[in-house]
């Protein structure tokens, strides 16, 4: 039984990736195959399982040396289980940039597409087999286009995206506004979670000018909701990063309304990481960088010292 599974912290496209290409893989290409995550999904993700009535994947904490696994939505070491190079890994689908890092036990398939989301790559290598996915699978994959898309509002969204999205919500019967508040509404709904939580909820490792950071997005449509907390946010910031052996923690709150970013300023050192790497005058505990909304393409890629 082939595992597929996304990374740590599944937001929605994790979550939904691995139930639609295990869906393909035995019902189509007559793999067995089943969907694993790697942590709770988030709130909108979780939305989406119930929404859609999708069984929630099995959480894996690792891998054994005979699992035979397929990567989705990421290809980065720090974002799956520890034994990953163990294990057999037979496929990677991915939009992200290659990390390196992975040692497989032989030559494998692998997708990278400059794509959005993950899930639209899966539309194009399904062919005309993906007018065979039942209206569940569907709604997870339009799920997933939408929210890594933020609507089409993410400088991520390409026209290609968009066009599957809308292709799928047609064949759905259903609006994409009206869909995608619904959506965006789960997303922002963190009311129950800890701030220890909220950091890690959305949050990739990376190291940037020598620095172990650990890079957390909120995408939110109130973001007033998470800032009334950042007093206690900023405070727990140092706890996250020396549990998970960062020098620090960087808290994106996205607005996905007024498409901007508010970072949370709770030292020197990010202090510099702003200034230096989005050219922002840094005069509080907060500062707001207008069109700012991926971490993937506007973040990540700036962040310097």
């Known amino acids: 039984m082939i ?71 990421t ?37 990278v597409r400059p794509l959005a989301c993950t899930a639209t790559i899966m539309h194009d290598l399904m062919g005309a087999d993906a007018s065979r996915m039942p209206e569940k699978i569907k709604a997870a994959m339009l799920s997933c286009i939408l929210s890594d898309t933020l609507e089409f509002r993410s400088p991520t969204t390409t026209a290609h995206d968009r066009a599957v999205a809308e292709k799928l919500a047609g064949e ?47 995408e939110t449509t109130a973001p007033k909701v998470v800032l009334d907390r950042k007093d206690s946010l900023m405070k727990s910031m140092e706890a996250v990063a020396k549990e998970d052996g960062a020098d620090q923690v960087l808290l994106f709150v996205v607005d996905i309304i007024r498409e901007e970013a508010t970072l949370l300023v709770p030292n020197d050192l990010v202090k510099q990481f702003a200034e230096a790497s989005f050219g922002a005058k840094v005069t509080a505990d907060t500062v707001v960088l207008p069109g700012i909304m991926s971490r993937k393409k506007q973040i990540i890629p700036a962040l310097k010292l």
């Open 75 to 111: 290809n980065n070491p720090a974002e799956l289980p520890a034994s990953i190079n163990d294990a057999n890994v037979i496929q990677i689908i991915d939009h992200h940039l290659l990390a390196g890092g992975l040692k497989t036990k032989g030559p494998i398939d692998i997708t």
């Open 172 to 218: 759905l019967g259903i609006s994409i506004p009206a869909y995608a508040e619904e959506l965006f509404a789960a997303k922002s709904d963190v009311s129950a979670f800890s701030d220890a939580e909220l950091l890690r909820m959305d949050s990739k490792e990376y190291s940037v000018a020598g620095k172990e950071l650990r890079v957390s997005v909120l």
């Open 3 to 73: 595992k597929v599974f996304g990374h740590k912290s599944p937001d929605t496209d994790s979550t939904g990736s691995p139930i639609i290409w295990a869906w393909y893989l035995s019902e189509v290409k007559g793999t067995p195959a089943k969907p694993a995550l790697l942590g709770e999904p988030n709130t909108e993700a979780a939305f989406v399982l119930k929404r859609w009535d999708l069984p929630k994947p099995e959480i894996i904490t690792d891998v054994a040396a005979g699992d035979t696994c397929v990567i989705v939505d």
